[in-house]
C-alpha cells in the first residue's frame, strides 16, 4: 500500500485549463458563433471546422467567421455580440470531458487538490464553473482578467499555485495549447498535453515541450504514478 501513494507526495496539486481540457464547450460556443453568423446573414460553419479554433476565444472565433482581426473596425462589434450570445446560453451542451469526474475524485481521495487556469474572461468563467458543479470543489479558479497577464505569461500559473497553497515545483499543469505548455514551463511546473482536445490539424504537441501526452483524463493519474516513480532521487 506504501508503494502504491508513496510516488504522488511530490505533486500536490493538478491545475487545467479549461476549455478543451476540463470541460467540452467546443458544441456551445459553435453554436453562438453559428447564431452570430445567421444574425448577420452567413451560412453557419460546420462544427469540426469551429471545435478546433474553441480553445483560442472569440478572437479566433470571429476570425475563423467573419475573416476579420482586432484591427478591423467591425471586429469589436462582432466579438461583444459572440459573446453576449454565447454568455446567454453558457452550458446548455457543455460537459466535463468523459473520465473526467472519475479523475478528479481519485485526484480527492490521494489527496491532492486541482484547479483551473484559463484565458476565458472571469464573467463567463465563474457562471460556468458554478453551473458545472465544480466551484466548491476547485482549490483555485484564475481567469483571464485575474492578474495582469494571460498565459502565454506563467504570472496566471504562478497565481494559482499561491491560491492552492504549493510551490510551482509541486504542480502540474493540463493543457490543449502551445500557450498552456510555454506557461506551465516558465512557471516551473511539469506539464502534460490533453491530446483529446482542441488541437488544430496542423499543430505538433510533440514539439511542445511536455512532459508528457494524454488521451484521456484518467491517463493523467497513471501519468502522476510514473512522475512519482520515476524521479531523481528516489
Known sequence: ????????????????????????????LADA????????????????????????????????GFGLGPEDPGFEPLRRRFLARY????????????GMPELLEALRAEGLNWGIVTNKPAFLTDPLVRQLGLAQQAACVV????????????????HACDLAGSRPAQCVYVGDAQRDIDAGRQAGMKTLVALFGYIRPNE???????????HAPMEINDWLIRYGRERPGD
Open 143 to 158: 481567469s483571464g482578467d485575474s492578474t495582469n497577464n494571460r498565459k502565454p505569461h506563467p504570472e496566471p500559473l504562478l
Open 87 to 98: 454568455a446567454d446560453k453558457l452550458c446548455r451542451e457543455t460537459r466535463l470531458f468523459a
Open 1 to 28: 500500500m506504501n508503494n502504491a501513494r508513496a510516488p504522488r507526495a511530490d505533486i500536490r496539486t493538478v491545475l487545467f485549463d479549461l476549455d478543451g481540457t476540463l470541460a467540452d464547450t467546443a458544441p456551445d
Open 204 to 214: 505538433t504537441p510533440e514539439h511542445w515541450g511536455a512532459d508528457g501526452m494524454i
Open 33 to 64: 458563433l453559428n447564431r452570430l453568423l445567421e444574425e448577420q446573414g452567413r451560412a453557419p460553419l460546420p462544427y469540426d471546422t469551429i471545435r478546433p479554433e474553441a480553445s483560442h476565444g472569440g478572437l479566433a472565433l470571429i476570425r475563423l
